[in-house]
C-alpha cells in the first residue's frame, strides 16, 4: 500500500450528530484560504462513499445511531473515524441528557480524538497528523 | 495522416496500440491540467492549494480504496457504466488534433463525429446515476441529461457556422474535416464583420465547454454541495477513479476542441523550423501552451469567480443566451460573407 499516496489524499466526510455547529463551523474554518487543508489534499466531500475519513461532531443523539452505523458501513475501507469536539468523545455538556446514545466510541470504532469546546482549527489539523502517525504504525504492523 | 493506407492488418495495429497510447497521454495531460486549474484558483482565492501531482495521488489512493456495490444497485450496469465513460472519452482523443499534429483517425471522421462522442461520456455518466438507484444520483442523472441537451444546440451552431464558412470560401470537399479547419484558419477568412461573428461564436464554445467540463457555475450534475455528488454519488473505489479520469480527459478533450477549432495555428512556421523533430517538439509546446490558456479562461477564471447556477437558470443560459449569440455571430459571418466575397 503506497502510503503517501493514501496520506496526501484523504477526503474527509463531515457527519453531524447532534452537534450545536460550533464544531461544525471550526470544521469550515479549517477549509477557509487561512487554514487552507487543500494543501495537503484535503477535500471536503459529499457522500461518504468517496470519504477516507468521517468527522463526526456531536453527541449522538438517539434518533442519529442508525444513521451513524449505516455511514459507517457506507463508507469503503481502509477509513478513519476521526472525533472532533468534547461532545463526541464523552457528552461534555449533555452528558446527562436522556436522548443520547453516545459516546460515539460506543457505537463505531475511533482513531483519533480531538478534544476542545470547539477545538481551535490546529487542533483540527493536528489530529489529521495524528491519523497520519497511526495509519504509518498500522502499515508497519501489517494490519491493513 | 495516411494511416499505411493498404495493409488492412498493419493499420488496425496502428489503431488499437494508438489507442491505448493516446488514452494514457490524454490521462496523463488530463491530470497535469486538472492540478494546475486546482492550484489556479486556490491561488485566486488566496490559498496555497494542492499541489500539482494532487489528481495523480487522487487517482492512486482511489485505486485502493474498496469498491462498494450498493444492495439496490444493478451491478452489471452499475460496474459498465465508468468504463463506458472512460473509453468513450478516450476514442474522442482520436478525432481531435492534438499536439499539433493531425488527428489520428482524422481521416475517418470529422468534427460531427466528435460531436456525437461527445454525448457518450454524459449518457455513461447518466446510465451509472439511475443503475445506483439512490435518490441523489437519479436527480443528478435527470439533471446531467437536461443540461446535455441544452449545450448541444449552441456547439451544433458553432460547428456549423466555421463549417459553413469554410466550405464557402474554399473549395474543400468536406469542410468538416479537422484536417480542413487546420488548413483555413477561421480568422484568416473573414472581415471586420465576420471578426465579430467568430468572436462571438468563440464565446459561446467557451461556455459550453465549461459545461461539457462539468465544472462551476455548470456542475449542476454533480453539485456535492447540494445533492451529495449527484450522478456519483454511490460509486467509490476503483469505479470512482474510473470516473475521475474519464471527467479529467474530457476537460482536456473539450479544451483541444476549442483550440483546434478557433486557434489551428503552429509555432513551428512563424519561427522557420522545419526539421521534423524539432518541428514537432515546438508544435507540442505551443499547443500545451494553448490548451493552458484557454483552460485558464473558460474553466479556471469562470470557476473562481462564479457560484453555481440552478439547474433552470443553467439550462437557459444555454438555451436562450448562448444560443442566441451563437446564431447572432453565425449571421454575422454570413453578412459578411455577402459583403466581402
Known amino acids: ?144 | 495522416m495516411s494511416l499505411l493506407g493498404e495493409n488492412v492488418w498493419l493499420n488496425g495495429l496502428v489503431i488499437v496500440i494508438g489507442t491505448a497510447v493516446l488514452v494514457l497521454v490524454g490521462a496523463f495531460f488530463g491530470m497535469l491540467y486538472r492540478g494546475v486549474d486546482r492550484k489556479l484558483v486556490a491561488r485566486m482565492q488566496g490559498r496555497v492549494g494542492p499541489p500539482i501531482a494532487q489528481p495523480f495521488r487522487d487517482v492512486q489512493k482511489l485505486l485502493m480504496k474498496e469498491n462498494i456495490i450498493p444492495s439496490g444497485a444493478t451491478p452489471w450496469l452499475f460496474n459498465a457504466a465508468p468504463f463506458l465513460a472512460l473509453i468513450s472519452t478516450g476514442s474522442l482523443l482520436l478525432f481531435i488534433p492534438l499536439f499539433g499534429q493531425p488527428a489520428l483517425l482524422g481521416r475517418y471522421g470529422d468534427v460531427i463525429l466528435v460531436l456525437y462522442l461527445l454525448i457518450i461520456p454524459s449518457l455513461a455518466f447518466v446510465l451509472g446515476g439511475f443503475a445506483s438507484s439512490s435518490p441523489y444520483a437519479t436527480v443528478g442523472a435527470q439533471r446531467e441529461m437536461i443540461i446535455m441537451m441544452s449545450y448541444e444546440a449552441p456547439l451544433a451552431v458553432v460547428v456549423l457556422g466555421i463549417a459553413w464558412r469554410i466550405g464557402h470560401v474554399t473549395d474543400a470537399a468536406n469542410p468538416f474535416l479537422m484536417s480542413t479547419i487546420a488548413q483555413y484558419p477561421i480568422w484568416s477568412l473573414l472581415g471586420p464583420v465576420g471578426v465579430i461573428g467568430a468572436l462571438l461564436m468563440l464565446l459561446t464554445l467557451v461556455v459550453v465547454t465549461v459545461g461539457e467540463a462539468a465544472k462551476v457555475p455548470f456542475d449542476v450534475a454533480e453539485a456535492e454541495t447540494e445533492i451529495a455528488g449527484g450522478l456519483l454519488v454511490e460509486y467509490s473505489g476503483r469505479n470512482l477513479s474510473l470516473f475521475y479520469l474519464s471527467d479529467v480527459i474530457k476537460a482536456f478533450a473539450m479544451v483541444s476542441l476549442l483550440v483546434a477549432l478557433f486557434i489551428p495555428y503552429n509555432l513551428s512556421p512563424a519561427l522557420g523550423i522545419t526539421a521534423a523533430p524539432a518541428a514537432g517538439i515546438v508544435d507540442a509546446l505551443f499547443f500545451l501552451v494553448k490548451v493552458l490558456v484557454v483552460m485558464f479562461f473558460s474553466i479556471s477564471l469562470i470557476r473562481a469567480g462564479m457560484a453555481r447556477f440552478k439547474i433552470s437558470q443553467a439550462t437557459s443560459v444555454y438555451l436562450m443566451a448562448m444560443t442566441a449569440a451563437a446564431l447572432v455571430g453565425m449571421f454575422l459571418v454570413w453578412v459578411d460573407a455577402r459583403i466581402w466575397v
Open chain 1, 1 to 144: 500500500m503506497n502510503l503517501k499516496a493514501f496520506n496526501r489524499a484523504l477526503w474527509v466526510y463531515h457527519l453531524n450528530t447532534g452537534s450545536c455547529n460550533g464544531c461544525d463551523i471550526e470544521i469550515l474554518a479549517v477549509l477557509t484560504p487561512r487554514y487552507d487543508v487543500e494543501r495537503f489534499g484535503i477535500m471536503l466531500v459529499g457522500s461518504p462513499r468517496h470519504a477516507d475519513v468521517l468527522l463526526v461532531t456531536g453527541p449522538v443523539a438517539r434518533s442519529m445511531e442508525d444513521s451513524v452505523r449505516r455511514v459507517y458501513a457506507q463508507t469503503p475501507d481502509p477509513k478513519l473515524v476521526m472525533v472532533i469536539g468534547n461532545c463526541g468523545i464523552e457528552g461534555d455538556v449533555f452528558h446527562e441528557a436522556y436522548s443520547l446514545v453516545g459516546p460515539i466510541d460506543q457505537i463505531i470504532p475511533v482513531d483519533v480524538y480531538v478534544p476542545g469546546c470547539p477545538p481551535r482549527p490546529e487542533a483540527i489539523i493536528h489530529g489529521v497528523v495524528m491519523a497520519w502517525a497511526k495509519l504509518e504504525r498500522l502499515v508497519k504492523k501489517e494490519v491493513v
